[in-house]
């Protein structure tokens, strides 16, 4: 007797390819086979702005020409040795020299795994220390990426010290998918710090994240409410159409200035209305992520999209 497949009728089909997509991100044997894999190579395009910084500062520079800031992430994480994670301070400091020598604003996103968080918070911050003052000295800012929630705590702790030492030159993300958000937002609001808010890119279980979209979208739009109206220059990360008509709809009525936040958006994504959003005279910012070590990255933008997924997987079936 045949068993019917029963699909709970109420997830989406994106909810139920997100885990297992994610999971992706961590297999070293599909990494060698999209790396192995000449398709990949136009998908990643879509996300990734190049394999090195000359070429993603030309990407920075074409934004900017359409009205856009950006904000430049190295692509890595999870770095094994305070050798590595030394060499990502090399480079970063570089790449903020860099960006100020080509006159374009110096704004980076960092990752403190990639800074040698797991290897103890003192490591982290003393790699992070050196960045900031670069940063200082460029006259840039830096953002700490949010990552998995068994860093949270750990990342927003080293993101207050640091900036009590470095006052508005670094601040971090909050994810509305998790259950502490609210607690986080008011902690950033307290110390004047900057935040970006995002719905939140892994896979978190029950106990720390909401599951259902709506209780994650809601909580989008409660704390995007009190971040535009008491946060220090809030970032609105977000491709969600509704979303974006809301923080459009509040700023107005209640005449926040469109200089007072900005809207982010991921590079290559919703590029028509990157371009509408900074015509209509909002700010607005792109990710813009560069280097060899796009895989986790590249896996969690696919997860984000069944479309993007069903693509990637037809390519791999058909070799
Ligand atoms: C600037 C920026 C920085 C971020 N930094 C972090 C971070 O530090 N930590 C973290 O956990 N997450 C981060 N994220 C990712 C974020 O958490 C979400 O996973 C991602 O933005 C998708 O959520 P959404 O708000 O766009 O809404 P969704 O409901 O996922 O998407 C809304 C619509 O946007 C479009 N869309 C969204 N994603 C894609 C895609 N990949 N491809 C094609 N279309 C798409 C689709 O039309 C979709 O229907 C960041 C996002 C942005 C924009």
Same mark, same amino acid.
């Given at each position: 007797?045949?068993?019917? &497949?029963?699909?709970?009728?109420?997830?989406?089909?994106?909810? &139920?390819?997100?885990?297992?997509?994610?999971?992706?991100?961590?297999?070293?044997?599909?990494?060698?086979?999209?790396?192995?894999?000449?398709?990949?190579?136009?998908?990643?395009?879509?996300?990734?702005?190049?394999?090195?910084?000359?070429?993603? &500062?030309?990407?920075?520079?074409?934004?900017?020409?359409?009205?856009?800031?950006?904000?430049?992430?190295?692509?890595?994480?999870?770095?094994?040795?305070?050798?590595?994670? #030394?060499?990502?301070?090399?480079?970063?400091?570089?790449?903020?020299?860099?960006? %100020?020598?080509?006159?374009?604003?110096?704004?980076?996103?960092?990752?403190?795994?990639?800074?040698?968080?797991?290897?103890?918070?003192?490591?982290?911050?003393?790699?992070?220390?050196?960045?900031?003052?670069?940063?200082?000295?460029?006259?840039?800012?830096?953002?700490?990426?949010?990552?998995?929630?068994?860093?949270?705590?750990?990342?927003?702790?080293?993101?207050?010290?640091?900036?009590?030492?470095?006052?508005?030159?670094?601040?971090?993300?909050?994810?509305?998918?998790?259950?502490?958000?609210?607690?986080?937002?008011? #902690?950033?609001?307290?110390?004047?710090?900057?935040?970006?808010?995002?719905?939140?890119?892994?896979?978190?279980?029950?106990?720390?994240?909401?599951?259902?979209?709506?209780?994650?979208?809601?909580?989008?739009?409660?704390?995007?409410? #009190?971040?535009?109206?008491?946060?220090?220059?809030?970032?609105?990360?977000?491709?969600?159409?509704?979303?974006?008509?809301?923080?459009?709809?509040?700023?107005?009525?209640?005449?926040?200035?469109?200089?007072?936040?900005?809207?982010?958006?991921?590079?290559?994504?919703?590029?028509?209305?990157?371009?509408?959003?900074?015509?209509?005279?909002?700010?607005?910012?792109?990710?813009?992520?560069?280097?060899?070590?796009?895989?986790?990255?590249?896996?969690? #933008?696919? %997860?984000?999209?069944?479309?993007?997924?069903?693509?990637?997987?037809?390519?791999?079936?058909?070799?």
């Amino acid at each position: 007797m045949a068993i019917p &497949l029963r699909l709970p009728r109420q997830i989406p089909v994106q909810q &139920l390819l997100r885990r297992p997509l994610l999971a992706l991100a961590e297999s070293d044997q599909v990494e060698g086979l999209m790396r192995r894999n000449g398709f990949s190579k136009g998908l990643v395009a879509r996300f990734v702005a190049g394999e090195d910084l000359e070429t993603a &500062l030309g990407q920075v520079r074409a934004l900017a020409d359409q009205g856009m800031t950006s904000t430049l992430d190295q692509l890595g994480e999870n770095v094994a040795s305070e050798e590595e994670a #030394r060499q990502a301070v090399g480079s970063y400091t570089a790449i903020l020299d860099r960006i %100020a020598e080509a006159n374009l604003e110096p704004n980076i996103s960092v990752k403190l795994t990639m800074l040698g968080l797991d290897l103890g918070d003192p490591v982290a911050m003393a790699n992070l220390a050196p960045i900031l003052e670069r940063a200082e000295a460029v006259g840039g800012f830096v953002r700490v990426d949010m990552e998995g929630s068994t860093y949270t705590e750990r990342t927003m702790a080293i993101v207050e010290a640091m900036h009590d030492r470095f006052p508005g030159r670094v601040g971090t993300v909050i994810q509305s998918y998790l259950r502490r958000a609210e607690a986080d937002v008011e #902690r950033m609001i307290a110390r004047n710090a900057r935040v970006r808010l995002v719905k939140g890119a892994y896979a978190e279980p029950a106990t720390v994240a909401f599951q259902d979209r709506r209780e994650v979208d809601a909580n989008y739009a409660r704390l995007m409410t #009190r971040l535009l109206d008491a946060g220090t220059y809030p970032a609105i990360a977000t491709h969600d159409p509704a979303l974006i008509a809301q923080a459009r709809d509040h700023a107005a009525r209640q005449g926040i200035a469109s200089d007072r936040w900005e809207f982010q958006m991921l590079y290559g994504v919703r590029r028509d209305e990157q371009v509408a959003l900074t015509k209509a005279g909002y700010r607005m910012r792109i990710y813009v992520p560069f280097g060899t070590e796009w895989y986790p990255y590249f896996t969690r #933008r696919i %997860a984000e999209r069944p479309a993007n997924a069903l693509f990637v997987a037809r390519q791999l079936v058909s070799g």
